[in-house]
């Protein structure tokens, strides 16, 4: 008989639980289980192989817990580890599960937001380098340009509580101004990690206002209602009470504290050593 239990969702911080509120938002019904790996934070800078481990880690974990359904709410892992763990990985270790991630439903619609046919992509090194984005924009929108800034200083900005003081205005201003002229004309900017949201307030302040800045949460949150109503056989299996567990592989009173800051309401959750 298949597992049942909660919807899993996975970040290497704190930065899923932007994505986790708005599908909490779209779909209340159904139980969540959170881990945030932060002790092994941030995965920006890491290499394929390191976060590509570290996520198998996470999504043995979660079917141990007897989620049938994971979604990688980190863009890195997305970027790094789901297709290996779709393709190599899922046969072997539990077929009838399924493995999701953030990059491919904001890709299928970023190119509508755009009237100039010029997206900008604002994300971690690791995103960047895993050029992710640009080949799946280019899938479905091949008349959109695509131009990629790393911005390796905002997730620590953003962890250790600095994103709205006056330390964050000189690496904001100078990512964006380095993006912005680099292809004039952008109209639509993705914040390609699930942090950057916390940044909307320096971003909106930087650029002009008919630059439209995307968040992902949204859109994810979107892409899972359909996906769930085109695969009742997954469905069925995530359980519905409502219920939000959250876990952490480092200090408990750090994450839920920082954790309230990003979900919108405080957090308790629980400590995991991951291995």
């Keep these: 008989m298949l597992s049942t239990g909660p919807i899993g969702i996975f970040d290497s ?16 019904a159904y139980d969540y289980c959170y881990l945030g790996d932060n002790a092994r934070a941030p995965y920006g800078n890491r290499s394929f192989d390191t976060v590509y481990e570290y996520t198998l880690q996470a999504v ?30 899922l046969p072997r270790i539990a077929p009838e599960n ?10 299928e619609v970023i190119g ?52 709205l003081g006056p330390g964050a205005d000189y690496f904001i ?5 380095a993006l912005m002229s680099r292809t004039p004309g952008i109209d639509t900017l993705l914040l390609a990690c699930t942090h950057y949201p916390l940044l909307m307030p320096k971003l909106t302040a930087y650029l002009p206002k008919d630059v439209r800045i995307v968040a992902q949460g949204a859109i994810v949150a979107d892409s899972l209602a359909t996906y769930l109503g085109k695969h009742p056989e997954i469905e069925s299996r995530c359980t519905k009470g409502g219920s939000r567990t959250f876990f952490t592989t480092d200090s ?24």
């Design 13 to 28: 911080g704190y930065g899923g639980l932007t994505v986790m509120k708005e599908i909490v938002r779209a779909l209340p």
């Design 60 to 89: 043995n974990w979660f079917f141990s817990k007897h989620c049938p359904l994971v979604i990688l709410a980190c863009n890195t892992a997305s970027a790094k580890a789901l297709r290996t763990i779709q393709q190599n990985d």
């Design 173 to 177: 201003r100078k990512n964006l101004d």
């Design 252 to 275: 408990t009173t750090d994450f839920d504290r920082q954790a309230s800051v990003f979900y919108g309401e405080e957090v308790s959750s629980l400590h995991l050593a991951l291995s």
């Design 112 to 163: 509508d937001m755009s009237r100039s046919k010029k997206v900008g992509i604002l994300a971690t090194r690791g995103t960047v380098q895993s050029e992710s984005y640009k080949l799946e924009i280019e899938k479905f929108f091949p008349a959109v340009s695509v131009t990629q800034e790393a911005c390796p200083m905002w997730v620590p900005l953003v962890e250790n509580n600095e994103h």
């Design 98 to 107: 399924r493995v999701l991630g953030v990059i491919r439903p904001t890709s």
